[in-house]
């Protein structure tokens, strides 16, 4: 990779796309972050966007949307990075799913590709409650979901794209394979106990079943493509096997992850759960 690497970040308003660009341009680097609604803008689901983007880009930073467990992101992250090696881009780190099996496939297609890859498995994002996602319900006062007693440890987008710099950066992390959580594993319902904690605002967790959670998705309106994601990511992936934090914040950026405590009372400051935003 030459000397003043230029980077490609895809998903330039998703959140760790949006912090990998902001973190490359505060270290001076060359950056070009694009979404469908940039310009260029780029889509993964029209090939014709795509090399404009990588024109005179060394590296990208990879997100997929709307996951890599959707099937056919196989191929399409194959003829990416096919496209990504003719323009030059050698160097991808792409984001992936810790406990995810149905995303192996197109984590190996990226590995077969070529490319000088580096994948970063990561658990569920703190950012979920203050972003989007379940924001709305926290706002509201309650956040039903099928995540019964499962513990998680809850990872920051903030570390995520730290470590997503670094792989970048340091050619010591090709080939390589990182599975990213926070420090301590909690449940859902323990989320919503803190935040009710902080906040002094009542936010209720509410048990319920996958069915359930599909219904609600459906009657407002979701796309079955994330109904089905969803299902999976409640009925499979949350089932225990991601329980475990792992050290590999840590290793690869020489510090601890941010902690669930830390987070959600540096995001209650910003007045995002506040009772006057429950309308």
């Not at 499962?150 to 570390?159: C, G, Q, R």
Request: charge should be negative; include cysteine; charged fraction near 25%.
């Amino acid at each position: 990779m030459p000397t003043n690497p230029r980077f490609l970040v895809l998903g330039a308003t998703a959140k760790t796309g949006r912090r990998v660009a902001e973190k490359l341009i505060a270290l001076g680097h060359d950056v070009r972050a694009v979404s469908r609604s940039t310009t260029p803008a780029f889509d993964w689901t029209d090939p014709t966007t795509w090399d404009d983007v990588l024109r005179d880009r060394d590296a990208v930073y990879v997100t997929f949307q709307p996951d890599l467990a959707v099937p056919g992101s196989d191929d399409i992250i194959a003829s990416f990075a096919k496209r990504a090696l003719m323009h030059g881009a050698k160097r991808i780190v792409m984001l992936s799913g810790r406990g995810e099996e149905a995303a192996h496939r197109a984590e190996d297609a990226l590995r077969h590709s070529g490319a000088d890859a580096t994948v970063l498995r990561a658990n569920w994002f703190f950012q979920n409650f203050n972003e989007d996602l379940f924001l709305p319900y926290i706002q509201q006062g309650t956040l039903a979901l099928p995540a019964g007693d499962t513990p998680e440890p809850f990872v920051d987008a903030n570390d995520i794209a730290e470590c997503a710099v670094a792989c970048l950066l340091d050619n010591s992390h090709i080939g390589k394979t990182y599975e990213l959580s926070g420090p301590s594993a909690v449940t859902f319902a323990d989320v919503t106990k803190m935040i009710s904690s902080v906040t002094n605002h009542p936010v209720n967790f509410v048990a319920i079943t996958v069915d359930e959670l599909d219904a609600e998705l459906e009657a407002d309106g979701m796309p079955d493509e994330v109904r089905g994601l969803i299902r999976y990511l409640f009925s499979e992936v949350l089932d225990g096997r991601n329980s475990q934090p792992t050290s590999y914040v840590y290793e690869i950026l020489g510090r601890q992850p941010n902690s669930l405590r830390n987070f959600v009372e540096e995001a209650a400051k910003t007045g995002i759960w506040d009772v006057a935003k429950r309308a």
